[in-house]
Nanobody
Framework: HVQLVESGGGSVQPGGSLTLSCVGS????????MGWVRQAPGKEREGVAS???????SYADSVKGRFTISRDNAGKTLFLQMNGLKSEDTAMYYC??????????????????WGPGTQVTVS
């Protein structure tokens, strides 16, 4: 069965950087679309970024130019490089996966599989 495990969250000062990782197992990693979703307390889920099996990417306007999504298919790992972090980036970040294609960042919350999440705090 599909399993996703995130790591790399933590606390950082505004303007700082973090890189989140997500290891996938139980499926053919290279053929799945992947993404990142975040949710802050009292706020709705927000699709942050997506990357399809061909490497095409999509970003939420709120993170465009600051965050970079990438994947290492050989290592079955998804990454989210976050630079220029702001207090409003504070949230639980979830890795997602889906066998479908052409997910925009806004649709990432619709993906079938989610990891347990990793907390990012910017203060």
């Amino acid at each position: 069965h599909v399993q996703l495990v995130e790591s790399g969250g933590g606390s950082v000062q505004p303007g700082g950087s973090l890189t989140l990782s997500c290891v996938g197992s139980g499926y053919t990693f290279s053929t799945y679309s992947m993404g990142w979703v975040r949710q802050a307390p009292g706020k709705e889920r927000e699709g942050v970024a997506s990357i399809d099996s061909d490497g095409g990417t999509s970003y939420a306007d709120s993170v465009k130019g600051r965050f970079t999504i990438s994947r290492d298919n050989a290592g079955k790992t998804l990454f989210l490089q976050m630079n220029g972090l702001k207090s409003e980036d504070t949230a639980m970040y979830y890795c997602t996966a889906d066998a479908g294609k052409y997910y925009t960042a806004a649709r990432v919350p619709d993906m079938d599989y989610w990891g347990p999440g990793t907390q990012v705090t910017v203060s």
